[in-house]
């Protein structure tokens, strides 16, 4: 038997699960530990007997704090402290190993909650590097998991709704599925998308969780929101390129936002290399929307006569909105989402 399937057969052990083979297998294994423990049982070797000895007395504490009833053999008892040991060594390796040279790792998880049932396996990655770590899901859709970041998934990946959980951050770039919806929960917010790019930050010690949209369109909510009433469930926030959603935990409240450094969403684009001769105001803001797909609202009678000559340039699109109501005696503020100009308008 390889050594992940009989890891699997202690843990069907500890939640009393083992046929009566199985634990026939399992008592012949005890019998080896007395013999040579070293050989017999390698992954509870890996700990140092001063750590071992003080997990040792933390797991006899919690399975039984009084001597094996009658009925019940050492042996059986000491299994229990075994396969705990090995649950546990397998967490303290990976904290040990969570270091600023440590390398991606990956093992089985068999309960994730929130995602599937804890009898089915899932894939559960957690990038221990400096650098992001590039994975494929079974669907083909692409994760670029950051540093301290963690995901798990149903390794089969065939359910009706393609389910991932999230713990720090990570982009997603989803394979497009109409019939298979994607969907990301990470800490108190949910994320779901048929087929964009898409960035989830949501680390556990962060005062907020933020979801920002490269491209396609995806829907935020609260956990808590989907059990409400179908009112409330129909009415998610909907972002669109260059905005995100920001979930702050006090408020538990989720609002939209333009993301800090908007990106031109256009595949061929020569904003930077035009130029204005006396042109509509209206007509410059109108270009800039469509550059990066961020809706720019303003009343056309208000700035119907203001005109402005200007050339394009590489700066941002903050920049480039304030260098216009400068010059037009405007200014203009985000709400929602989107930016809003306000203008006495031009003689």
Known sequence: MKSEEFKSLLEKYVRDECTPQEEKLISEWYENIETSEED???????????????????????????????????????????????????????????????????????????????????????????????????????VELQPRSEIFFDKKFDEPLREVRLSGEAQFNVRRDEKRPFRVYSEEVVTQVLGTSFIVKAYQNDKEVTVAVRSGKVSVYAKGNEAKSKEQESSPVILVPNQRAVYNRDENKVVREVV???????????????????????????????????????????????????????????ERIEVICKAINATYRIDDGVILIESPGCK
């Open 260 to 318: 800090q450094h908007p990106e031109i969403i256009l595949a061929q684009s020569d904003l930077f290399r035009m130029s204005f001769d006396e042109a509509p105001v209206a007509t410059i803001f109108d270009v800039l929307k469509e550059n990066y797909g961020i809706d720019i609202v303003y009343d056309k009678d208000t700035l119907n006569k203001c005109t402005l000559t200007t050339a394009m340039s590489d700066e941002g699109l903050f």
């Open 40 to 142: 017999a049982a390698p992954v509870l070797s890996e700990l140092s007997d001063e750590y071992r000895q003080t997990i040792e007395d933390r797991i006899w504490a919690k399975v039984s704090p009084h001597p094996p009833a009658a009925g019940r053999s050492r042996w059986q008892y000491a299994l229990r402290i075994a396969a705990a040991l090995l649950l546990i060594s397998v967490s303290a390796v990976l904290i040990v190993r969570y270091g600023p040279d440590s390398e991606p790792t990956k093992e089985i998880a068999q309960t994730s909650p929130g995602i599937t049932p804890a009898e089915e396996q899932q894939e559960h990655i957690i990038n221990n590097g400096t650098k992001p770590f590039s994975l494929q899901l079974p669907d083909g859709s692409e």
